[in-house]
């Protein structure tokens, strides 16, 4: 037996509606379509944190962090001192890509050091 339309509505007691979106949520939708082709595929840890505001208005904060990985990577393995010493890590240290690089890198190089 198919479940109707009817039934889904009586089940979570909804109704059909015809919704069109508001001149301001195209022009939200349409701004945060044009940051997300505007930036660049592959973010330094700077244009992050100097973006960083714009990104979470439109919804876009985790988007774009993980556009900073590979760099994050770089310098958690080549020049962890400049990543720990760096306002983006003070600011952002406990995002799990961040954590999850200077567990892995810096504290690998620091254990290979010792």
């Known amino acids: ?7 889904l509505q009586s089940i979570f007691e909804a109704e059909k509606t015809e919704a ?13 379509a044009r940051i997300e082709s505007d930036t660049l595929p592959l973010l330094s840890i700077d244009q992050y944190e100097e973006q960083h505001a714009l990104f979470c208005r439109y919804g876009l904060e ?20 400049e990543l720990l010493a760096s306002s983006f890590y003070k600011q952002f240290r406990d995002k799990k890509i961040v954590r999850q690089y200077v567990e892995e890198n810096i504290d690998l190089v620091n254990s290979e050091n010792k």
């Open 62 to 81: 985790k988007q774009m962090l993980e556009r900073t990985e590979p760099h994050i990577r770089y310098l958690s393995r080549f020049k962890p001192g």
């Open 1 to 7: 037996m198919a479940i109707t339309e009817d039934d």
């Open 20 to 32: 069109t979106p508001s001149q301001d949520e195209l022009e939200f939708l349409e701004e945060r």
